[in-house]
Every structure is written in structure tokens, then in C-alpha cells.
């Protein structure tokens, strides 16, 4: 029932002619919300809180180097299995630092063969061998679905003016990749089959280790006909030689699944020059 005050108002036509002009008054000033739009900066990652940091970037920066540093990422990029990060001949623009997932990389011969050049996993940086021409020398191929953070290499450059460390940073992975070839080099030309295959497996495990993953236990992410081009062996003689560890009690091996169960005796296989110890692969 209405209600009138002495001055003859209708208070509750008040009320009402009140709430229909708060809520006009309160969509005109709160519409509805759109969803959000991720931004640029927003997708970029930011290196100073990645978990891989220690791994791929350069220890001991001040925060005004890590907010430098944080620029350098243009953008993540997921790459399916199967598919390439970047193909032989394509412009070098970028450097890549692996957040997730593992690549090989190879070159392809005239007659078609694959020669698969390296195994790259979370917390390295590929894409160096387009430095020198301006064009990647390889083709860089997930084993596994795989993201990984790019880096232009003119902001790489731009920063490394600034931040002294990435340089020296930068230098060091190169330096790490002549190390590499020269393991090759001498596991390839002096090395028994044994000993490709025990050096192959014990740095695989290392890097792995140092991600925190096990020790001892990991999934082969390639191919034994990948390892075998990698090693310069045969596919047959990469599955005799591992059958060859497990009947000796060295290694356990269901499908990819692969258990060093002997490291010592796996590391009494491989012959090391001195001053080399363990620089095989890495």
C-alpha cells in the first residue's frame, strides 16, 4: 500500500523511480565485461622467474640486468612433434632457448640420407649455426611436442652492450659447441662401438640430471636408427650393443625406457684422454 508523507509525497513511488534511475545510472557507468585479450608482454616469458634460468642465462645479474634481459624474449613458440623449429638455408634471425620438449638436429645429404648433427633439450640454446652466414646450416626437428622462447639476435646483440655477462654468456655456448665438435671428432675416429654408445647414454643422463630429472632412469626421445646416425653406427649395431649392455647387467631397456643400473662399470667402457674427461656430446 502507498504511503504518503506530510507533504503529500508517495514515498514508495520514490523508491521505486529511485532504483530505476540508480540502475541506469549503474550500467552507464559499469557495462559488461569484455573477455580479457592477452597482451604482447603478457605472453612474452620473463627470465629472471623461469626454473631453467640458471641454465640457459648468464648467473649473479643485478635486477636492473635481469629487466634487460627479460626484453630479449620476443615470444614463446610451440612446436608440434614432428615438426620443424627452422629448415637448412632459412635467414638466422633469432636464437632459441628451449623451455620444454627435445629437438635433434641434422642435415640431409644429396642421395637423401640423414645425418643428425646433436640432441638439444630444455634449457639449451640452438640456432648457432646460423650465426656465421646469416642462414641456419641444419634443420632443427622436435622429437616431442616442444616450446621454446625466442630471441632475436639483434636484441641479443643490443643487450649484450649493456650486460657484459650475456656476452661472455653467449661466448661460452659457442666456445661449449667447438668443445662438442672436438669430442665428436675423437669419439667418431678412435672409439668402439661400446664406447660411443656408454659415452652417448652417461652424457645424456648428466644433462638430464642437472634439469633434476633422475639419475640413473630416462625415456630415449629418439630413435635407436637416430642415435646410430648420430654415432656414425648402424641401426643393428645400436640394438646389439644395448642388448649387449643389458645381458651384462649394465643397463635395463623396455622400448624407450632406459635404466643405467651400473654407471660405474657404463663409465669404465669409455676410454677419456686426459684433460677430456666427460666432454663427449656436450
Not at 170 to 177: F, G, P
Not at 186 to 213: C, D, K, P, T, Y
Not at 241 to 248: C, D, G, N, P, Q
Not at 273 to 279: D, E, I, K, T
Amino acid at each position: 500500500m502507498a504511503r504518503a508523507t506530510p507533504g503529500g509525497v508517495d514515498l514508495s513511488q520514490s523508491r521505486s523511480d529511485g532504483s530505476r534511475e540508480n540502475l541506469i545510472h549503474i550500467m552507464k557507468i559499469a557495462p559488461p565485461k569484455k573477455p580479457a585479450v592477452p597482451t604482447a608482454s603478457a605472453l612474452s616469458v620473463a627470465c629472471s622467474r623461469c626454473n631453467l634460468r640458471e641454465l640457459c642465462m648468464p648467473a649473479g645479474l643485478r635486477p636492473n640486468e635481469l629487466a634487460r634481459i627479460d626484453e630479449l624474449v620476443a615470444v614463446r613458440r610451440t612446436v608440434r612433434r614432428g615438426t620443424p623449429l627452422f629448415r637448412n638455408g632459412e635467414p638466422f634471425r633469432s636464437l632459441f632457448a628451449i623451455r620444454t620438449g627435445f629437438f635433434k638436429t641434422c642435415t640431409t645429404a644429396q642421395d637423401g640420407r640423414e645425418q643428425v648433427t646433436g640432441f638439444s633439450m630444455a634449457g639449451e640454446i640452438i640456432g648457432l649455426d646460423g650465426i656465421a652466414r646469416d642462414q641456419h646450416t641444419c634443420d632443427a626437428i622436435a622429437l616431442e611436442d616442444a616450446e621454446v622462447c625466442v630471441m632475436p639476435f639483434d636484441a641479443i646483440s643490443e643487450v649484450s652492450r649493456e650486460v657484459p655477462a650475456l656476452q661472455h654468456h653467449v661466448n661460452r655456448i659457442m666456445s661449449r659447441e667447438i668443445v662438442r665438435e672436438h669430442g665428436m671428432m675423437l669419439l667418431l675416429g678412435s672409439m668402439r662401438a661400446e664406447e660411443r654408445l656408454a659415452a652417448f647414454l652417461l652424457n645424456l643422463v648428466q644433462r638430464l640430471h642437472a634439469r633434476g630429472f633422475s639419475r640413473s632412469e630416462l625415456i630415449l626421445r629418439m630413435t635407436r636408427g637416430e642415435i646410430g646416425s648420430y654415432l656414425g653406427l648402424k641401426l643393428e649395431t645400436v640394438s646389439r650393443t644395448l642388448s649387449k649392455f643389458a645381458e651384462s647387467g649394465v643397463i635395463e631397456v623396455r622400448h624407450r625406457h632406459l635404466r643405467i643400473v651400473d654407471a660405474d662399470a657404463l663409465q669404465s667402457m669409455v676410454t677419456e684422454p686426459r684433460g677430456c674427461a666427460r666432454l663427449y656430446l656436450t
